[in-house]
């Protein structure tokens, strides 16, 4: 649209521009501002969490207890860097994140459904990384793991404040979780530009739906589950406890079937991402767009009837393991179509191999990786030897941690010009991506060795015969640790030096809405609702 | 594509910048240090400052939006649908936290579920009676869910008094129910550490009456919204938002009802292992 256009007609309340100083990040109102938070909390977040994981590697390193003597300590590390990694860096930053900045920029909305709520969303965040922080700080810790199993998250294992500032931390970063679903899916539903049907709408946008969903229909278990546990803990009841006729297990079932949505709700954006980048630098428009779309739809409907295959050392009977495989291995069917679909997208096309287009070839890669070893644990016999190994740790770090990472750095080289307005240094990027990609791999491919020798997860200790493949993993540490740091220097200088950046700098490939409007994005866009509808044949 | 010839100023409401967020933000984290340090040490007063601080933020943000429902041209048509849409979404994650406590009740009481299960009612528990304040309750809560769709009717043919009226006695019949189940509380013959039928029972029917509290807050709310002539026949989402979250309630009830107090307090014998 012309800026004269935008310019001449402001019937509207936000005809102002951004508020100065502090209160417009505090009191902000607007989806970019808001996503910008989000952002740089994930990358205060991902240091957390790094730094923790970082601890775990370096105990880790060679047998024997090396650094770490108090071994509650480093179960503390072993919860605390996954919750600070599932719900203050990847949630955050592919939601909030890439959410807040692209959903209204992509539907041709002048912002979300919601802004105040969406504003709450956020400091709740906070507030839940600060009770996350507290409890790893208090009484010791909370040593429970993220999947806070009772017995040993009850008041008799843990009984000082801890496991209760992480159970707080969870049902406020769950509240925010789930207002800013409600206002993601209202914004989708009502907010499309016109002609923007659900058919013609881009896959970032379905991924967000499908996210919102998973949100909204999992975190309110986990807030009962949460809440029963806290009972359980201070005021006598007995969800969990045998003695007085509870199930420790319930717990599980209910944990899981929040967590496996939770673990779709981390990747299933980052799908949406790798879409727009695939076919942005193929220069081709998504195969199977409709394919893809219900993959989604798919993968999140499936997410929920599966739950009870984290659980199957618990003594199912042959019934209920063989409904659980089954309905897991499913699960490859709509990933297949995925996969597929991106490669036959870069099929023909006129490929570009910018940083961007390597981090989502790097996804794919890793998401196979991952996948696969995941069709492997899906077996229920086959997991009764895998359980708790560290198989279960390099399958979920394949596919959740690293390629959920790889979706949102290649997110974030995609969009960085977009929100900051300067190109960042291709051969920089590429070489942050080559050491990234390196790093990562030296550092999990190994545990599928450690995992099928047997070696246990969640212990800092282990025999000499592990000690050649956790070298060699603490070695891709220090490389993904570098790669890191080289990705936060190229942050820094683009921000300082970068080149200016064109609206679109990806060329006849990029065609969603948010490659219309100025780099930086402008504090409104949208004023004009732009016209989606398709055009009468010339 | 976009074209300029066609594209159109939004119709969307996008809302000022607003302290209410963060000032949300640190009542809830003062509600939930203080709800901590409850737990452990019996000090109370940190929690309730909280929950202060908490209504507080609830009070002046949701003001907010009742001035800008009443101003004309911010609650454009569209943007009540998106009002509605995200209503209902609110409902349907209500639905999923009382989900889980309904699982909590068939886990323990179906032993297809749970391989530990004993006897349900588990022995040495005096069940309430069905058929005394639980039914009663039931049909409070059914009659409440007429008169409230009257007040609806009334307030769509534009009849006020009527609509006042039955939207007061809603009210009075929500707060009754809670009389009720307060009542039927203090005579149970069990108490909330007696094992898992209590466990269930209490934060089930419990997390059930702090929501009819809340929808008959609600309802007063629209009671002194209409009587200041607030509500128009064709533009009343608050109180649409209302009366859909009292039939949620009514529907809660309902198969709390059947499930807990009538067929979980008859004692299951052919259903044992």
Known sequence: MSDAAAAHDHGHDDHHGAPAGWRRWVYSTNHKDIGTLYLVAAMVAVLIGGVFSFMIRLELQSP???????????????????????????????IGGFGNWFIPLMIGAPDMAFPRMNNISFWLLVVGLLLLLTSALVAGGAGTGWTVYPPLSNATFHSGAAVDFAILSLHVAGASSILGAINFITTIMNMRAPGMTYHRMPLFIWAMLVTAFLLLLA???LAGALTMLLTDRNFGTTFFEASGGGDPIFWQHLFWFFGHPEVYIMIVPAFGVISHVVSTFSKKPVFGYLGMAYAMAAIGFIGFIVWAHHMFTVGFNVETRAYFVLATM???????????SWLATMWGG???????????????????????????????????????????????????SIAAAFGILSGFFYWFPKMCGKMYNESLG????????????????????????????????????????????????????????????????????????PANPWGEGATTLEWQVPSPAPFHTHDQTPDMRPQPAE | MASDATSKPHHWHVADPSPWPIVGSVSALVMAVGGIIYMHT??????????????????????????????????????????RISFLLFIVSEVMFFFAFFWAFFHSSLPILNLVA???????IEVLHTWDIPFLNTLILLSSGATLTIAHHALIENNRDRFLNYTLITVILGFIF????????????????????????????????????????????????????HFKPDHHVGFEAAAWYWHFVDVVWLFLFINVYWWGSSPLGHLQP
């Open chain 1, 64 to 94: 024997g207890l090396q650094y770490i003597e108090d071994l509650q300590f480093y179960n503390v590390l072993v919860t605390a860097h996954g919750f600070v990694m599932v719900f203050f860096f990847v949630m955050p930053a592919l």
């Open chain 1, 219 to 221: 975190l309110p278990v």
């Open chain 1, 330 to 340: 499913v699960i490859a069917v709509p990933t297949g179509v995925k996969i597929f």
């Open chain 1, 350 to 400: 006129s490929i570009e191999f910018r940083t961007p287009m390597l981090y989502a070839m790097g996804f794919i890669f890793l998401f196979v990786v991952g996948g696969v070893t995941g069709i492997t644990l899906a077996n229920a016999g086959v997991d009764i030897a895998f359980h708790d190994t560290y198989f279960v740790i390099a399958h979920f770090h394949y596919v959740l």
């Open chain 1, 430 to 501: 590429k070489i942050q991506f080559w050491l990234m990609f390196i790093g990562v791999n030296i550092l999990f491919f190994p545990q599928h060795f450690s995992g099928m020798a047997g070696m246990p997860r969640r212990i800092p200790d282990y025999p000499e015969a592990y000690a050649g493949w956790n070298f060699v993993s603490s070695i891709g540490a220090y490389i993904s640790f570098a790669a890191s740091l080289l990705f936060f220097y190229i942050v820094i200088q683009t921000l300082r030096s970068g080149e200016k950046a």
């Open chain 2, 42 to 83: 019996g000090f109370i007063w940190g929690f309730l400052l909280g929950v202060v601080l908490v209504m507080y933020t609830m009070v002046v943000w949701f003001k907010d939006v009742i001035l800008e429902a009443e101003t004309p041209g911010l609650h454009t048509p569209p943007v009540q649908v998106g009002l």
């Open chain 2, 118 to 124: 004993g006897a349900w009612p588990p022995e040495g």
């Open chain 2, 178 to 229: 809670l009389g009720f189940q307060i009542f039927e509380y203090s005579v149970a013959a069990f108490s909330l550490q007696d094992g898992i039928y209590p466990s269930t029972f209490f934060l089930a029917t419990g997390f059930h009456g702090f929501h009819v509290l809340i929808g008959a807050v609600f309802l007063t709310v629209c009671y002194f919204r209409g009587r200041n002539g």
